[in-house]
Each structure stands twice: as C-alpha cells, then as structure tokens.
C-alpha cells in the first residue's frame, strides 16, 4: 500500500471544511495542516469555526510558511470570498514550489501561468496538477437527442439555496453506501471531487454556448456513460446552485440549472437542503408542492442547515449574506418537526447524519430498485 502524501490545504474556509471532515475519503492524502490568511481571524482556531459544526480537531494556521515544513503537498482551493491573486495566491504558489513540495490546485487560473508553474515544478523534480484541467469525462459534442433511461437508482441532493451543507450531505451519503459495501458513482458540486475518486460537476454544463435543451441532453448522456463504464450500484448526483428564487433580488438563476438536470436525469430519491429560519412545518409541505410540480419529483427527506439568511446586510449590499448557528440549535428546532410526514435531518450532527444515510438506504430498499438492497 503506497502512503499517504502529507497535504496542506490554503486557503482554508468553509468551502473545503467537508475534507476535513471526511478525511478518510481524501484517497492519496493525508491532511497534515490548513490555512488562512491572517486576516479572516481564523488563526489559531479549530477548523469547525468554519461551519458552526461539531469540533474536528484540527486548529487552523496564518504561518503558510511554517505549515509547509510539514507537508509533501498544497492544495490550492477556491473559497467564498475571492482573494487578490497577485498579492495572496500566486507568491505562495511559488514558495510551495521552492520549498521542493507538489502542487495541486482548482483554481482558474490562467494558461500563462498553467504553463509557468508546470515548467518550474518540472525543473524542480516535483509535479502540478490543475483539477479544473482535468478532462476525464467531459461531455462529447453530439447531435443525438434521445434521452436513454437509467438503470441504476439515482440519489439527487439538492439545496433551496447555495450555503446549505449540500456536499456534506453528498459526502455523508458517500460513507454509508461505500460502508455497506455498495459501488458509488458519484458527481459532487466542488471541483475538488477527484481528490476523492469521483467527478466534479462538469463545467460544460455553465457554458453559454450550448442550448438550454442541449444541456439536459448532454448530461443525459454524461450519467449514461458513467452508468455503462463505472457499473456502480447506485449514482449520488449533486445539483449545483438553488432550486427557486428567493425574491426578485435573489434569484439563484432562478433554478434554471436545477430544472435541466431534473429533465435529463429522474432520481428515485432526493434529499433536499434548506438555510435555516424559523419554519413552521407548514413550510415544509408547500416546499415539497413547489419542487413537485417545479421539477419532478418530491423531496425524500429534507437537512436543516445551520445557516441563517443575513436580510438586512444581503438587502443593503444585495449579496446574500448568511449568519452560522450553532448546530445545536438545528437539532432543537428538527424536534420541533418531527411530525412531518417527510423526515428533517442535520447532516452535522453524526447521529443525525447517521440517520439520514440509514433512511435514503431504507427507500432504495423499498423502491426495490437495487438488487442487493
């Protein structure tokens, strides 16, 4: 068994938490250290602080420099609030490489500096690898427009709104089946998803130059392939962006991406995420109304995130703003819900997360739709 590589991850937030938090599905890494600039004021704090959720264990550094003593590799993500390239990626892209360690990153970065990066690594004996470069299943141009059924069970995990734990969910879902035993084939919603042996949603699908009904046909076709070369026994699909408008300010592109995949593709179970509010069950209902006749199918359950909608700071900035809860507060409020006919979890709380993996299993089962369930 080859070992582990020691990754350092920077910089670290909320966007790349879910790796810490399933490490053991990072396949050819060992996360040895995270960072941040100094001025996010994360420094020194666990890494949890990032996502209100339970403590990891892991304490988040300013010292870029100190952390890659104790790593063979960095990770360059992407994060929610954009950083000044010149000024806090680009002279640590070239430190990582001076330092003699392995490169990896999904930002966009431009072929200038693809290709200055690749030459100086190359010089240096170490490698570089752009994840949003990867061309492992793209999807082909074609003219065919049949939509081919597929065979084995799909699970969607779909959010109301960006900022709603959607790939925790998908990373939860991925431990249980890969626990029970079960062959996953998997499209997550980050573009880091091949850190961990499955496909990041494909880029083709954002582009302006394809027809709307061309992208429900394309991705159609892309989960087909996957089902015929992968065999896997059941495909998680995470659905980029929201589902519905918020109001006329925020509108999540007003689902339209939502809709397509729903066209393309028909799940036989959803879990659907939503940001957190004070929601009378009620809401729940009519929400399951919405998706149904909106796009499809009706959700299997619903996660409570713990994120709260900033109304004010997002209706003075027009940007949505969120607060983060604590998620015990998540779990008051789901007791508060348990007469729903349709189940709400909270994906970070593990007994909750356990459950939730449990009760998507159960309905495959009852659905009949995998032989060995």
Known sequence: MNKKEKMLIYPFDLETTPLLRHKNLVTHYDIAAV?????????????????GGPEIGMKITSNFEKALEACDTVFFAQTEVPLDFNRSIYPRLLKTIEANKNLISCLPLD??????????????????????????????????????DINVPVVFVVGITERTHKFEIQLALREKFLKEG??????????????MDFYSFPHQLFDSNLTESQKIVHFNHYIKRIEVKDKPDVIIIGVPGGTMPINKVFTCKFGVLAYEISQAVVPDVAVVSTSFEDY??????????????????????????????????????????????DSAGVDKKIKSLSGLKTPVFNVLNKQSSDALGNYILGQLADYGEVNSF
């Not at 004021?41 to 996502?51: I, L, Q, R, V």
Request: charged share 25%; hydrophobic share 30%; aromatic share 12%.
């Open 35 to 51: 960072a941040a600039p100094n001025g996010w004021g994360t420094n020194g704090k666990d890494a949890c602080c990032t996502d």
């Open 280 to 325: 009378k069950p009620e809401y729940f209902e009519v929400l399951s109304q919405s998706i149904r006749y909106k796009l499809g199918f009706a959700p299997t359950c619903f996660n409570l995130s713990n994120t709260l909608l900033d109304w004010q700071s997002s209706k003075l900035e027009k940007v949505m703003n969120y607060f983060t809860l």
């Open 182 to 195: 079960y062959k996953v084939g998997q499209i997550g919603t980050k573009n880091y998803c091949e850190l």
């Open 111 to 148: 072929s200038e500096v693809i290709k200055e990066l690749s030459k100086k690594c190359e010089e240096k004996g170490t490698t570089f690898r752009s994840l949003c470069e990867s061309s492992e299943h793209k999807i082909l141009p074609h003219n065919i427009e049949e939509i081919y």
